[in-house]
């Protein structure tokens, strides 16, 4: 398995545009984890998914952020209007209950920087 | 609220010496916790967990310590080598979520 794939790596734009971030999970997963890094806070878990349902979205900053799961193997963060506070690195998780392991696997990250 | 607080943001370790870094937390809900290593433009990876029904698990160079009574818990690489220079994440979990802290970035001196 590829692993979680997330794309674009790196994303700049400029304050008031939309931004998409998107993440491709590890097959077979049926939790799918938002995250955000900052300096400041550290890893930071915006929203979660199972089995393409959101669970738990209290993390998610403000109204600008929305996050979907049209299917298992696909999810989009968005970004509508972006501020210079939401440059971060965002990262996306997926896990598997019951596999033994307990963890989540992380993709690479998308480092977003709004000018 | 942090939950998770990691108060050494960065620490210096020569080769073959001993590496603690240290991860108190505040949620006696706490049930498993794990550490995560991350490398510059890289997503975390796991690198080793504890149960709260333990209070030490090793792993080869890696152990982690955990004091419920004092919500404190230690990961000890020894010897320390110049790849384990990275950030490590503190994580512990209750149910679905982990709750990660700040991180500290170890840098082992060859």
């Known amino acids: 398995d590829a692993g979680v794939i997330q794309s674009p790596r790196h994303e700049v734009t400029e304050m008031g545009q939309e931004v998409t971030l998107r993440c491709k999970p590890i097959?077979?997963?049926?939790?799918l984890f938002w995250y955000r890094q900052t300096m400041m806070r550290g890893l930071e878990l915006l929203i979660y998914?199972?089995?393409?349902?959101?669970?738990?979205d209290s993390g998610m900053p403000e109204d600008r952020f929305s996050a979907k799961m049209p299917n298992a193997s696909f999810s989009t963060l968005k970004i509508q209007p972006s501020e210079p506070r939401d440059s971060a690195v965002y990262f996306c998780?997926?896990?598997?209950?019951?596999?033994?392991?307990?963890?989540?696997?992380f993709g690479p990250g998308t480092r977003l920087t709004v000018l | 609220d942090q939950q998770v607080k990691q108060n050494s943001p960065s620490l210096s370790v020569q080769e073959g010496r001993i590496s603690i870094l240290n991860c108190d937390y505040t949620?006696?809900?706490?049930?498993?916790f794990l550490w995560y290593k991350k490398y510059p433009a890289e997503g975390p990876t796991f690198l080793i967990s504890i149960s709260s029904i333990k209070d030490k698990n090793e792993d080869g160079r890696f152990t982690v310590f955990l004091n419920k009574s004092a919500k404190h818990l230690s990961l000890h690489i020894v010897p320390s080598q110049p790849g384990d220079s990275a950030v490590y994440f503190c994580?512990?979990?209750?149910?679905?979520?982990?709750?990660f802290g700040t991180g500290t970035s170890l840098t082992v001196i060859p």
């Open positions: 949620n006696s809900m706490f049930d498993y």
């Open positions: 998914f199972n089995n393409n349902v959101p669970i738990d």
């Open positions: 998780a997926s896990r598997e209950r019951g596999s033994g392991l307990d963890t989540q696997y």
């Open positions: 994580a512990p979990n209750t149910g679905n979520q982990f709750y």
């Open positions: 097959s077979g997963h049926d939790y």
